[in-house]
């Protein structure tokens, strides 16, 4: 049986509007705020760094030369905080490997069957999965980064068949073979979720539009806005993800059951014949 797209966009939109799903939504919305203001320092931080550096260079701006071309700040970063550059990198290192768990503990909560209150199982193993989730998708973004910059076919295919890797970390733990237990899940059936990953795209890109509109008006109203919206599309795309994992995932259980009967009556036959 192949996927069901409907199915999983609708039940992603139900646990994301369930207690559990608006409980995790307000963790990624705080969790997003920081995150950009984190990321908007990074960027000022780096500009001003490379300011620095282009000032002090033979013939820069201290021998009459042209002034450097970059603001290092600007109403574009309205949530930039004076961080050095040591600091705030290291302070992104630190987001990242949080971000992946919380992805981690929000699949299991997708998962469950608990709807009111997170389940104890959410965190299991926790730290474990985070290494793994962080080390294999710095492998997959990288592989995928590459398939689409020389050839768009093979950075799709990649993405689709790599689509399930955090929820069998997550579900199944998973290591190493993670990316083998994906790509399994993924044969047969990368038409459906290459529909899939372009649906929930599509619906990423229209709920960034009164975002991107806001930010002309006011970047700071923009920001805020863009980050409930970001939470927003996150924790419903991992929800999606999660549905359509376990949706393979029960048709891969249910085929080995067929196969099974199968056998046993192959063997009850030649057992009868025998007598």
């Known amino acids: 049986m192949s996927l069901d797209i409907g199915d999983a ?3 992603g939109v139900e646990r994301l509007t369930d207690r559990n799903g608006l409980l995790l939504l307000g963790v990624f919305v705080a969790f997003g705020l920081v995150n950009t203001v984190v990321g908007q320092s990074l960027f000022t931080s780096y500009l001003e760094f490379v300011r620095s550096s282009f000032e002090t260079m033979p013939g820069g701006p201290g021998m009459g030369e042209q002034p450097f071309p970059f603001a290092p700040g600007g109403q574009s970063m309205p949530l930039a905080l004076p961080l050095s550059l040591p600091v705030v990198a290291a302070l992104s290192l630190g987001l990242a490997v949080l971000s992946e768990a919380l992805r981690i503990v929000t699949i299991r909560v997708v998962a469950s069957d608990e709807r009111a209150t997170i389940p104890d199982t959410a965190t299991r193993n926790i730290g474990m999965a985070t290494v793994t989730a962080f080390l294999l998708g710095l492998v ?10 020389f050839l768009l076919l093979p950075g799709v295919f990649l993405a689709v068949s790599f689509y399930f890797v955090r929820p069998a970390i997550a579900l199944e733990d998973k290591g190493l073979d993670a990316l083998s237990r994906s790509w399994e899940l993924a044969t047969g059936n990368r038409i459906d979720l290459f529909l899939l990953l372009v649906l929930v795209w599509f619906i ?8 991107t ?13 863009g980050v409930v919206v ?17 949706q393979l995932r029960t048709d891969e259980d249910e085929d080995d059951d067929i196969g099974a009967v199968d056998a046993d009556s192959e063997f009850f036959d030649a057992e009868r014949e025998e007598l």
Do not use: R
Not at 204 to 211: D, E, N, Q, T, V
């Open 204 to 211: 990423s890109l229209l709920a960034s539009i009164p975002a």
């Open 140 to 149: 997959v973004n990288l592989a995928v980064g590459i398939g689409l910059v």
């Open 9 to 11: 966009i609708s039940n």
């Open 230 to 246: 970001n939470a927003v599309v996150l924790v419903f795309g991992i929800a999606v993800a999660t549905d359509a994992f376990l």
């Open 213 to 225: 509109i806001l930010n002309f008006v006011s970047p700071i109203a923009g920001a805020l806005v």
